[in-house]
Structures are given as structure tokens and as C-alpha cells.
């Protein structure tokens, strides 16, 4: 099935400029305009390429990181992906820490605003002071 830049775009769920970009940045390949016609010609390998990209993406990698792990496809390069699913899984660690605890000092400050004591709620003090 073959599909114009649009299509494509429409089919990865970003806009054409998007789909501009990836190739700009190497993640995605602009094929040749065949026959002088103009028009680039998209296959559903590409759709599943973009739709890698953008998940790759959603589960926090960077374009820089999504890029070496389309290269290391090609290789094979099992040991390298791993190495970058765990230093991904990592810092997805580190952040969902860190959301944890502003949840708890968030629920504490809440409950000692609902305390009803006097004075200012300690909920807008904590913010000023940070």
C-alpha cells in the first residue's frame, strides 16, 4: 500500500511537519520521488517506524536514543538495547520517587490546612517558601 507524506502522518497520529522533522533528524527515511512526479511514496513499514518513534517517545526516550535504538535493529545489538531500556526504566524510577514523595508533603500539607487551626493555610506558606 503506498501513501503520500499526509497519509503517513495521519496514519502515525503527528502532523506532515512532524514526519518532516523525524527525516531531517534521520529517524525516518524520505524515499525517492519516483518518476519525477513529486510525490514521495510511503509504505507500512514506514507506519510502523513512526508509530515506533512516537512510543519509543511516550515511554520517555529522547529523538538522540530513539535513534540508536532504530540503528542497533538493524545489528541486532540485544545487550545496547537492554542498557537502554534499563537506564530508561531508571529514570523513570528516579521520577515516579520523586512524584511519590510531592504527593505525601502535598497530602500532609492538605491535611494540616483541613486542621482548621488559625493562621495562614500552611499550604500556601510552604509555596512561598520554596
Given at each position: 500500500?503506498?501513501?503520500?507524506?499526509?497519509?503517513?502522518?495521519?496514519?502515525?497520529?503527528?502532523?506532515?511537519?512532524?514526519?518532516?522533522y523525524y527525516q531531517?533528524?534521520?529517524?525516518?527515511?524520505?524515499?525517492?520521488?519516483?518518476?519525477?512526479?513529486?510525490?514521495?511514496?510511503?509504505?507500512?513499514?514506514?507506519?510502523?517506524?513512526?508509530?515506533?518513534?512516537?512510543?519509543?517517545?511516550?515511554?520517555?526516550?529522547?529523538?538522540?536514543?530513539?535513534?540508536?535504538?532504530?540503528?542497533?535493529?538493524?545489528?541486532?545489538?540485544?545487550?545496547?538495547?537492554?542498557?537502554?531500556?534499563?537506564?530508561?526504566?531508571?529514570?523513570?524510577?528516579?521520577?515516579?520517587?520523586?512524584?511519590?514523595?510531592?504527593?505525601?508533603?502535598?497530602?500532609?500539607?492538605?491535611?494540616?490546612?483541613?486542621?482548621?487551626?488559625?493562621?495562614?493555610?500552611?499550604?500556601?506558606?510552604?509555596?512561598?517558601?520554596?
Amino acid at each position: 500500500m503506498s501513501m503520500t507524506i499526509a497519509k503517513l502522518a495521519e496514519a502515525g497520529g503527528v502532523g506532515v511537519e512532524t514526519v518532516r522533522y523525524y527525516q531531517r533528524r534521520g529517524l525516518l527515511i524520505a524515499p525517492a520521488r519516483p518518476g519525477g512526479t513529486g510525490f514521495r511514496s510511503y509504505d507500512e513499514g514506514d507506519v510502523r517506524r513512526l508509530r515506533f518513534i512516537r512510543q519509543a517517545q511516550a515511554a520517555g526516550f529522547t529523538l538522540d536514543e530513539i535513534g540508536e535504538l532504530l540503528a542497533l535493529d538493524a545489528t541486532e545489538d540485544r545487550n545496547r538495547a537492554r542498557e537502554l531500556a534499563r537506564s530508561r526504566i531508571a529514570a523513570l524510577d528516579a521520577s515516579i520517587a520523586e512524584m511519590i514523595a510531592a504527593r505525601q508533603a502535598l497530602a500532609r500539607l492538605a491535611d494540616e490546612c483541613g486542621s482548621g487551626s488559625a493562621g495562614p493555610c500552611p499550604i500556601l506558606t510552604a509555596f512561598e517558601e520554596s
